[in-house]
């Protein structure tokens, strides 16, 4: 079945460290998105990638970084330069970053800074 | 920019109740529309959508049709029941300003049997 799986659903991060979220898509979708949300709140757009080797930041970049090696490939740092980063975070793919077509999202990571 | 604005919730009702969630839109041009869900602790899934003025979608007894002249985009179902509890958002799409979804902040319903 196609779709986008992410992983893990749930992560745990001491504070100071790294931690990479994964995301992959088999819908051979060029366009590929990370939002963060948060309680009570909607979708903010961390990072957005159209192509393999391109991608542009968002709403609220700082303290994040992706890659975009592989086209089915799209994985998030969260680095210790984020100030907040307890979240969910959901990963989506779009055919092209230029339709107006709808997104497909993954199931989600809870991370938890502890 | 693009802005949404929805209704705020949470929305309570009885099953089989009729379920109106308001959604108003800001943007240039003709953005496509659209209405995801979100059940508890999973990403989103599409609802339905709409592309052009006067256009009505529809889905699982949901519905919402695309108002150019009043810029909005209201969720409708007639009999709502115990598994529609989820939050609805409502997002637009402007393929010049890249397929960036931007979202509501979201409404919770809560269907109680």
């Known amino acids: 079945d196609g779709g986008i799986t992410q992983s893990p659903k749930y992560l745990f991060r001491k504070e100071g460290q790294n931690v990479t979220l994964s995301c992959e898509q088999n819908?051979?979708?060029?366009?590929m998105y990370w939002y963060r949300q948060d309680p009570g709140q909607g979708l903010r757009l961390i990072y957005y990638?159209?192509?393999?080797?391109?991608?542009q930041k968002g709403d609220i970049a700082e303290g994040y970084s992706v890659s975009r090696e592989k086209k089915e490939s799209f994985p998030l740092t969260v680095t210790s330069a984020q100030k907040n980063p307890t979240a969910f975070y959901l990963c989506?793919?779009?055919?092209?970053?230029?339709?107006?077509?709808?997104?497909?999202f993954g199931q989600g990571t809870r991370l938890t800074v502890v | 920019g693009n802005s949404v604005t929805q209704m705020e919730g949470p929305v309570t009702l009885s099953e089989e109740a009729f379920l109106t969630i308001n959604c108003t839109y800001t943007?240039?041009?003709?953005?496509?529309l659209f209405w995801y869900v979100q059940y508890p602790g999973e990403g989103l899934q599409l609802l339905l959508k709409?592309?052009?003025?006067?256009d009505k979608g529809s889905n699982k007894g949901f519905e919402a049709t695309y108002r150019k002249e009043t810029t909005s985009f209201h969720l409708e179902k007639g009999s709502v029941q115990v598994s529609d509890s989820a939050v609805y958002f409502c997002?637009?799409?402007?393929?010049?300003?890249?397929?960036?979804?931007?979202f509501g902040a979201g409404t919770i319903l809560r269907v109680k049997s």
């Open positions: 989506a793919s779009s055919i092209r970053i230029l339709d107006n077509t709808e997104a497909f």
């Open positions: 819908l051979n979708h060029d366009a």
């Open positions: 990638s159209q192509i393999v080797n391109d991608f």
């Open positions: 943007a240039t041009g003709y953005p496509s």
């Open positions: 709409a592309t052009k003025a006067d």
């Open positions: 997002a637009l799409s402007k393929g010049e300003y890249g397929n960036k979804l931007v």
